[in-house]
């Protein structure tokens, strides 16, 4: 079978490997039928992720069919259409057993620490293998991982109906947690510095949107919110800067949510999160979120005309990360159909 391999920093190839084989009662067998770009799929291609290790088949968001199951395999079976959860855990840490298995002591994230979905045949836990409607596009499924992604976003900051909720940065992550806060009710606002991003975010169903390039960002926010300031704030910029913002943009009594993994220091005066006794928690990966997602979408709650901005066969995977390489201004996400 064909697979997709960061061999080292700055080598992506397609390989040739065998079909992996069931060794488990637990095992499913999916054949990948999409599987999306993200910008840490790009940062090892790059080299600049530091839990990566080569040579990686990469891709941690993707979904195909079911081609076999393991004895035991009871939720799914042959020809279900399923979408992957792509992190591996122990179980026994003190992280999973508060049930936090996306902080896991010896996390593994396939398309990371192991290889990934962009292959033809990848081999996934029943319980990581989440059931979708056959009649679900194969463009749309791939798009539940990364949306889990802004459902914890939201789940760590709290989101309540009618908070105001300030999402900084309309990227792709930026969109699916200010999506996931629009239908928990909340008044959303999105930031950003390219108009374009911010048009679509508007379409997606942003309340208000902030050019942070032409407009005071603070002064905007203030004027919304009634002087009060955003109640949760989630920084998807993730900058230096970005970050000593939302602190001081946040309500008293408001929450922040950093996605950042800079490892820049920040200048931030305990007494501004004293004074408005703030909560400021990190958001990585995803806990429990998958199902939230997939009702979500079964319900038709997720604005997804234009989410994908193009589809490459495998066969062009060069052609398609030097797409999101050099217009990362405008993308949203990227797909590779598998045959």
């Not at 909720?165 to 629009?182: E, R, S």
Request: net charge neutral; glycine share 8%; hydrophobic share 40%.
């Amino acid at each position: 079978m064909k697979v997709g391999i960061v061999e080292k920093p700055g080598v992506l190839k397609i390989a040739e490997r065998d079909v992996p084989q069931l060794t488990g009662a637990r095992d499913v067998l999916v054949q990948v039928k999409r599987v999306g770009i993200c910008g840490s799929d790009i940062h090892i291609f790059h080299g600049k992720n530091p839990f990566a290790t080569y040579p990686r088949i990469w891709g941690h968001e993707f979904t195909g069919v079911v081609a076999d199951t393991g004895a035991a395999v009871q939720s799914v079976k042959k020809g279900d259409h399923v979408v992957a959860e792509p992190i591996i855990s122990c179980a026994r840490c003190y992280a999973c057993r508060q049930g936090r298995p996306n902080i896991c002591e010896t996390l593994k994230v396939m398309g990371v620490h192991i290889d990934g979905g962009c292959q033809e045949f990848v081999i996934v836990q029943e319980e990581k293998a989440h059931k979708l409607p056959a009649e679900t596009p194969w463009d749309e499924a791939a798009l539940v991982e990364p949306f889990t992604i802004g459902a914890q976003a939201c789940y760590r900051g709290n989101v309540q109906k009618d908070d105001f909720v300030l999402v900084m940065g309309a990227g792709t992550i930026g969109l699916t947690a200010a999506i996931n806060a629009k239908i928990a009710g909340a008044k959303v606002i999105v930031s950003d510095l390219v108009e374009e991003k911010l048009q679509y975010a508007k379409q997606c169903g942003a309340d208000w949107t902030i050019n942070a390039k032409t407009e005071d960002l603070f002064k905007k926010v203030r004027e919304i919110t009634g002087g009060m300031g955003s109640n949760v704030t989630i920084d998807a910029v993730c900058i230096k800067k970005s970050f000593e913002d939302a602190v001081e943009i946040t309500s008293a009594a408001g929450r922040v949510v950093e996605l950042s993994f800079n490892e820049l220091p920040s200048e931030i005066a305990p007494v501004g999160i004293i004074k408005k006794e703030l909560t400021i928690c990190g958001s990585r990966l995803q806990t429990r979120r998958f199902p939230v997602v997939i009702d979500y979408l079964k319900a038709g709650k997720l604005p997804l005309s234009g989410f994908v901005t193009k589809v490459y066969p495998l066969s062009e995977m060069l052609e398609a990360f030097d797409f999101v390489d050099k217009n990362n201004a405008s993308v949203r996400k990227v797909l590779i159909s598998v045959p």
